[in-house]
Structure formats: C-alpha cells, structure tokens
C-alpha cells in the first residue's frame, strides 16, 4: 500500500528500530534585519547540538542577498563548530564576480557549495544567462571545480522543474550537473515520500549514482508552505488537503499535525532505503527539532 493510501486510511504505522546512521542537514535564509538576524541565532543554536551534516544558507531570488549569505555563512564558519555551505548562484553576475564569491569561500574555509542556476529577479517573468556569466548550474558545477576542490550540491525535482520540457529533459540536466562534479543532490520540497522515491529510481537507472537527499519542509505556517509549493509545482495530495481543513485558527492541532506527518514521511523513506534528510527550516528550528528528536537524532 503506497504512502498515500496509508494516510488517506488513517493507517500509519511506526517504525520500532530507527537506524542509527541516520544523518541530516539544515537550511536557512539570511537575516535582513536584526530581529530576523536575533531569531536565526536561535535556531543556529537549537539545531546544533543535533550534529548536522552541514548547514546551507540561501540566497534570495535574483542573487538579492548575495552580501548576507555570504556574511552569514562565514561567521557560521568562524564563530560555531558547524560545518557552513553557500549556496550560489548563476543570476545577475559574471563569471567572473561569481568566481571571486568562490574563492572569498575557499579562503574563509568553506569547502561545501549549494550550486543553483538560481530564480528570475524579482519583476522578471522568466530566467535570462547574464551576457558574460554561467548560463545554468551545471556550467557553475564545472566552474567552481576549476577555482577548488569544492564539495558541491545540486538541486533534484521529483516531479521536474516547472521550466523542463519534461522529465527525461530535467533528468539529463541533472546528469550533466553530477557529470561536471557535483556529488550530491537535494531535492526540492515534496509532500509524497512515494514521489521521491520513483524520481531515485528512475535517476538511478539513468545512471546516477550520487545521493540524491530527499528535502523536507516542515509545514510552519500551512497556507505558506502550500502557496510555496505550487509556485514550485510540488504537488499537493488531497489527503493533506483534508487534514487541515477546518484547522485555521487552530494552531496547536495544525502543529501537532505538522510533526506527525513528518515523522511518517520520514519513517517511509527509511524504511525504502534512505538515511539523509535536508530539512528546510524557514529559521524556525522547533518542528525540525522536535522531528529530528523522535526519529532518534539525539542532542549532543
């Protein structure tokens, strides 16, 4: 029975034994004030003693806080001991603004990129290359492995990117990604673990063979995440429609809510095989905390 029918049931069942290998990462945005630069501290703080993998702060749409990602992620470098990945991007820079980014990171320490091609500035419908800069992220993948020995992430779509002529079309664009040296893919947010899993194995029998790390996004704020989702194409399963109809003011119930689907996403893609989870944070740390502690990932 799929993922999906279990939960349209109501028959969810746990799992007795959590692997112990089980490893996570976190992502967050910069802070564009001090209230918001106070609140991402916190969580920093909160979710570290969970000893993630690594820690990636993003970029705005159209590269619109270059500056604070980069100050971000280099104090995370120096002042905590998690390991701190950028992600960068191909839009609005020439390659050779955006190589001076990368060797700013190599000399502050940081190995771990996030290469995107990146969203259209805001105002702009669609994406265009700058005239003398990194077309997409594979072109940045081939890039940024010339300036150093960069860990390197790519971003997946389980159900293709809502640019791609089709599915075949984005998996060859990721391909190329892993292909110029990416080792890693994290994909964009799903609410269907049983989609994640038939997109690992059709890039599988396609012949890629790096992790492709399932990217979960604990529901914060239920009409966010869900006009988030379709602006991304993820779709959105009636059951989870259903689960928090009538639930608008009900804070506490939609929470508790929250943490339970999650465990069982996750609960479902291990028991198919999977022990790493990108979690999105939105810089809010309780849920992923929460989640991360009943899946066993214990504080140090």
């Known amino acids: 029975m799929s993922f999906s029918d279990q939960a349209q049931k109501g028959m969810f069942s ?23 630069n106070e609140k991402l501290w916190f969580a920093l703080q909160k979710l570290a003693p969970l000893s993630p993998r690594f820690v ?35 839009v609005s820079a020439s390659k050779d603004e955006v190589d001076e980014v990368a060797r700013s990171y190599w000399d502050a320490g940081i190995r771990h990129i996030v290469a995107l091609r990146g969203d259209p500035p805001k105002g702009k419908k669609s994406y265009l290359p700058h005239p003398n800069g990194y077309s997409y992220a594979s072109d940045l993948v081939a890039g940024l492995k010339k300036i150093g020995d960069f860990e390197i992430s790519v971003a997946a779509y389980p159900e293709k990117h809502i640019e791609a002529l089709n599915e075949e079309d984005d998996l060859e664009n990721l391909k190329r990604k892993i292909d110029n040296g990416a080792s890693r893919a994290i994909t964009q947010l799903f609410f269907d673990p049983d989609v994640y899993l038939k997109f690992r194995d059709k890039a599988q029998k396609s012949g ?34 259903n689960l928090f109809n009538g ?39 309780d849920l992923t905390f929460t989640i991360c502690r009943l899946l066993g990932i214990k504080s140090d």
Not at 23 to 30: H, N
Not at 213 to 218: S, T
Not at 255 to 268: D, F, P, R, T
Request: proline share 6%.
């Open 247 to 285: 639930l608008e003011s009900d804070m506490e119930t939609k929470k508790l809510l929250s943490i339970s689907i999650a465990v069982e996403q996750v609960k479902h893609l291990i028991k198919n095989g999977v022990n790493e989870f990108h979690f999105y944070t939105l810089n809010r740390p």
């Open 56 to 90: 990636s702060v993003t970029y705005g749409a159209g590269g619109s806080t270059r500056q604070l990602t980069h100050e971000t992620v280099v104090r995370i470098q120096k002042e905590t001991n998690l390991t701190a990945a950028a992600h960068l991007t191909c």
């Open 208 to 241: 890629i063979d790096v992790p492709i790390v399932p990217g979960l996004m604990p529901i914060t704020n239920f009409d966010q995440n869900i006009k988030f989702a379709k602006a991304c194409g993820t779709s959105i399963p009636r059951w989870l429609l």
């Open 14 to 36: 746990l799992i007795d034994n959590v692997p112990s290998d089980i490893q996570v990462s976190f992502e967050f945005f910069p802070p564009k004030n001090e209230k918001m």
